[in-house]
Nanobody, 124 residues
Framework: QMQLVESGGGLVQAGGSLKLSCAASGRTFSDFRMAWFRQVPAKEREFVAGIDWKGTYTYYADSVKGRFAISRDNALNTVYLQMNSLKSDDTAVYYC?????????????????WGRGTQVTVSA
């Protein structure tokens, strides 16, 4: 089993920044591709950003391109999401996810493990 624990969420004004962290334990972190998803009530969980095993390739939803950056530190077993120029539409619970199977990083079903989430609230 892999445990994923998110941190760094909170309340921020529109235009501000936050950096989320996700600490992994229990499995070999570098064996997993990692991603961030987000969810608001009554909506499906949606892909935000993904990263490959070594951090060479990153992938983003169109809605966050140019504003968010995903990165990882395999020595610290941690994946990050730097969020800049935040908008009220970014308000959601943000989840960290890990995948050691092949499949599109954009799809929920690719992921084997999920964190419990951290709330991000952007005030207008």
């Amino acid at each position: 089993q892999m445990q994923l624990v998110e941190s760094g969420g909170g309340l921020v004004q529109a235009g501000g920044s936050l950096k989320l962290s996700c600490a992994a334990s229990g499995r070999t972190f570098s064996d997993f591709r990692m991603a961030w998803f987000r969810q608001v009530p009554a909506k499906e969980r949606e892909f935000v950003a993904g990263i490959d095993w070594k951090g060479t390739y990153t992938y983003y939803a169109d809605s966050v391109k140019g504003r968010f950056a995903i990165s990882r530190d395999n020595a610290l077993n941690t994946v990050y999401l730097q969020m800049n120029s935040l908008k009220s539409d970014d308000t959601a619970v943000y989840y960290c996810a890990a995948a050691n199977s092949w499949g599109s990083l954009y799809h929920l079903s690719t992921y084997n493990y999920w964190g419990r989430g951290t709330q991000v609230t952007v005030s207008a």
